[in-house]
């Protein structure tokens, strides 16, 4: 009688459903204060996010960060602080991902920042980082991993860091997590653009999910097509925190759900952190050192989106050097500028990068070409917003202005001239307008 107890005992406790939720994020660039975003004020803000993933942490989420937590030269908060947030998540986050503006500050400052964690920091491709780790919850085992993008080689200027090949990595990883550990779903928390996390789920298969990063990414929960991996994608700055819900019977997945969860003033914030954010806001706004950030350089009527800022940007890039054609990339411009007063340092988040307007010349059927290779990048983060005539003649002669990093970089083998520098900022000429 006992044993037959206990066989229905093990059946039923084989069909009872387990659930089991994942909390990702990524891209927060030292966001700590709310901003504005998607047409609205107030969006994000660090200690509203923690409040949130502190109390689902406490009801058994999983919590990952994407990476890429802080950002040299912009915002200021990220120039004084660095990672003085990262120690405020331990407890809350199991794992997080190295992104490429992590080691910002140089390998010192990072080593010394990942040393004061207690959660690990995970890249399967990077010399010196754990590849995976492994989590339990309710007997279901879930193993998670993440990669450093194929661009980190030409992103990342950390001599002490070397990154190998991510999909090779991957396929490594995903063995062992299934053969080895045994784990019973195999995420990918980070840290490469969504065209390179979809092509990781067509050459690797086993990877139940991968939460997006890295592209700034707004993106749906989604199956990735001709594959059995889910994707989601929470945007940047904290405007998002990725949601999953798994229901497991037995070891063997029943059901999913995604969403994406808003951070605004309808997340009640950890007072704790709330009081420590705005006094170290503060500090940063009467530290001479960056206090002239917080002055106003000029006023808007109304919002300029994301796509109006970028053209105004390249008329003005255009005008500064008598150009005929200018182009910067989607990923020069982040956030859109909100109505009233527009300060420095909202600019600086707008455009958070210092970019130098370099100018070359190219015949007509070159910069056809040029313009052939940016669409190919469409999608991309190195797709580019592009000022031109309405037609192109091939034999004519154009003056282009462009970044050093579209041209050196990002489009290297496509420009077909010798980029010369100009001395000119493309923030700054924007900042004359403004």
């Excluded at 492994?134 to 998670?144: A, K, L, Q, Y």
């Excluded at 106003?296 to 005929?324: E, F």
Aim: aromatic share 10%; net charge neutral; with cysteine.
């Amino acid at each position: 009688m006992r044993k037959l107890l206990l066989i229905l005992f093990l059946a039923r406790a084989a069909c009872a459903a387990t659930t089991i939720t994942l909390l990702h994020f990524s891209d927060y660039h030292s966001h700590a204060l709310p901003f504005y975003s998607e047409d609205r004020p107030s969006q994000g803000g660090i200690a509203r996010a923690i409040g949130y993933m502190k109390r689902e942490h406490a009801r058994g989420a999983l919590v990952f960060s994407g990476g890429d937590m802080i950002n040299k030269g912009s915002p200021a908060w990220s120039d004084k602080y660095q990672c003085a947030e990262w120690s405020w998540l331990d407890g809350v986050v199991d794992a997080m991902a190295f992104g490429n503006h992590d080691s910002d500050y140089g390998f010192g400052a990072y080593a010394k920042c990942g040393a004061a964690l207690r959660y690990p920091v995970l890249s399967a491709n990077t010399n010196g980082f754990q590849r995976y780790e492994v989590f339990t919850r309710h007997g279901i085992r879930i193993g998670v991993f993440a990669v450093a993008g194929p661009d980190f080689k030409s992103l990342v200027k950390t001599p002490e860091l070397t990154f190998g090949d991510s999909i090779s990595a991957a396929r490594e990883v995903v063995r062992v997590l299934r053969d080895e550990e045994h784990v019973d779903y195999v995420i990918s928390i980070g840290h490469e653009h969504t065209a390179d996390d979809y092509a990781l789920a067509r050459a690797v298969p086993g990877i139940d999910l991968i939460f997006g990063t890295h592209s700034h990414e707004k993106h749906p929960f989604t199956r990735i097509d001709g594959t059995d991996t889910w994707f989601i994608a929470p945007y940047q700055y904290l405007t998002y925190i990725s949601r999953v819900t798994l229901v497991f019977k037995g070891h063997k997945l029943a059901a999913r759900h995604g969403e994406l969860v808003p951070v605004d003033a309808k997340m009640h914030a950890d007072p704790r952190v709330a009081m420590r954010v705005a006094a170290m806001e503060r500090g940063l706004e009467t530290d001479p050192q960056y206090a002239s950030f917080f002055t106003t350089i000029g006023t808007l009527d109304h919002a300029l989106s994301v796509d109006a800022l970028a053209a105004k940007t390249l008329d003005a890039m255009r005008d500064a050097v008598h150009a005929d054609v200018a182009l910067s990339t989607t990923s020069s411009f982040r956030q859109p500028l909100p109505p009233g007063n527009v300060t420095l340092e909202l600019l600086r988040a707008a455009m958070p990068y210092d970019n130098e307007i370099v100018v070359c010349e190219m015949n007509g059927e070159a910069l056809q070409k040029l313009f052939d290779a940016v669409q190919r990048r469409k999608g991309t983060d190195s797709f580019c917003y592009i000022a031109a005539p309405p037609v192109i003649e091939a034999k004519k002669t154009y003056r282009v202005a462009t970044t050093d990093y579209v041209a050196r970089i990002a489009y290297r083998d496509a420009f077909a001239c010798d980029a010369q520098k100009s001395g000119l900022h493309v923030r700054d000429e924007l900042r004359k307008r403004l």
